[in-house]
């Protein structure tokens, strides 16, 4: 029934972090439309793995991650989303 709708995104969507640019830490949200495994990681522009920010089963709706860069040095990096068949990446700036 469409009650069991209620209160769940009507989309997969990745959106972009805030602030951005960011120093050292920015906040990233997403929403899920089903409940299962997700990964969140963050990827340098050489496509090396740099974070993984959540690599577990969530419950679908809406979820938010602080990433701490602290560690790492200025520059653009990807961000990319994976739950079930569905993917997004989206660019952020570290500036320091």
């Known amino acids: ?38 990964e969140l990681s963050v990827y340098n522009m050489l496509g090396q793995k740099v974070s993984t920010l959540i690599n577990a089963p969530l419950s679908a709706g809406t979820h938010s991650v602080t990433f701490d860069a602290q560690n790492l040095s200025s520059g653009v990096y990807l961000y990319r989303i994976v739950s079930g068949n569905q993917t997004k990446t989206m660019r952020m700036v570290l500036l320091k």
């Not at 069991?4 to 120093?23: A, M, R, T, V, W």
């Not at 906040?27 to 299962?36: D, L, R």
């Open 1 to 38: 029934s469409s009650e069991d709708e209620i209160g769940l995104p009507s989309k997969f969507e990745l959106s972009q972090n805030y602030p951005n640019p960011f120093n050292p830490t920015t906040n990233i949200s997403f929403n899920i439309q089903k409940t299962g495994k997700v």
